[in-house]
């Protein structure tokens, strides 16, 4: 999901959002949710969702953005640790939104939802109960209250909490196999993910858990109904999501492959001359030990919901000893 530095409609102050509020949707508007591909970076490997709102007759296209935060806010960093973040509903001109992924060549797809006039007043006036700096801010999870959920949550409560789906998706897929598939089976940043995730991360998504990331719920609306059978979306334009894939040959399992051969090279050197290296278990330890603090911290003193210590925590001593064997096993 889009995390980006404050750079919208922040900087026009009070005058744009007295503007806003002042507007009027007429019998031409529209709104839009718009789904953007992922980018490079970890953060943006999920993609990103916002909704925009068109009104030609008040030359007004505006988008909506659940993913505003500032790195300038006091001790940023140690509450991003801690998953104290807090995200802003941030507002742009459509032109603005769209400029920033042109450049990042991330395609931007939309899907105009299709709703009453009442529907579409009552989903603008919400926008804007939001956007009062009072509202602006929550705090943002991960996999619970995101850029996807939130616009999500304002649309079935718009449409009276009845849409049903003939999608079904990653539904009973756990969070870990969900979130592996867009950070890559073999990429070290999944690595590093499920040794921080613990057991609630293999828990089965339901139906309405997997629509936190962007690419399910783009999916999930494009096929959504009311009970009167009225599609959700009226009109839309969207396309898979091109995830590169790490090479097996630059991914973990290499890199774990030649830490054994490295410390099975040092355990035949140690049994050669008949004495044993302490440094390699020193080194190990102390990252090791690094790891299983961190982990202790997140589970215990943070709000990341999916953090905890699991078996894969094992895999590295594991492949240590296992190198070590050379030494210790005398034939």
């Known amino acids: 999901m889009l995390h980006r530095i404050r750079t919208y409609l922040f900087a026009l102050g009070l005058f744009w959002t007295a503007a806003l509020q002042a507007q009027t949707l007429s019998d031409e508007a529209r709104i839009s949710l718009l789904t953007c591909a992922p980018g490079e970076e970890l953060y943006a490997r999920y993609g990103h969702t916002a909704l925009r709102v ?58 105009v939802l299709n709703l009453t006039a009442a529907q579409r007043d009552s989903l603008w006036k919400a926008l804007l109960v939001n956007y009062e700096p009072q509202n602006r801010s929550y705090l943002y999870n991960f996999v619970f209250d995101n850029c996807a959920t939130r616009p999500y949550h304002m649309l079935i409560k718009t449409l009276g909490d009845s849409i049903t789906s003939t999608y079904t998706g990653w539904t009973g897929v756990s969070y870990r196999a969900f979130i592996r598939h867009y950070t890559g089976r073999f990429s070290w940043s999944n690595a590093g993910i499920n040794l921080l995730f613990g057991p609630k991360a293999d828990r089965a998504m339901s139906s309405e858990q997997r629509l936190f990331l962007p690419e399910e719920l783009m999916y999930y609306l494009d096929v959504a109904y ?56 020193i080194a190990a330890g102390s990252i090791y030990g690094l790891l299983l603090l961190i982990v202790f911290f997140l589970t215990f003193f943070s709000c990341h919901p999916l953090v905890g210590f699991g078996w894969r925590l094992f895999i590295i001593p594991v492949t240590h000893l296992c190198a070590r064997l050379i030494y210790i096993i005398r034939w």
């Open 54 to 111: 068109t009104d030609p007759a008040h030359q007004m296209d505006v988008v909506f953005n659940y993913g505003v935060f500032d790195f300038n806010t006091d001790h940023f960093y140690w509450k991003f640790v801690r998953g104290e973040t807090w995200y802003e509903l941030g507002a742009s001109p459509y032109r603005w939104f769209m400029q920033e992924y042109i450049e990042m060549k991330r395609p931007v797809y939309e899907q």
């Open 226 to 281: 009311t009970p009167d059978n009225t599609p959700v979306v009226s009109c839309s334009t969207i396309a898979p999501f091109a995830i590169d894939a790490t090479p097996w040959y630059f991914g973990w399992p290499v890199g774990l492959f030649f830490y054994w051969i490295a410390i099975a090279g040092i355990s035949y050197y140690d049994r050669r001359r008949g004495k044993w290296s302490k440094w390699p278990e």
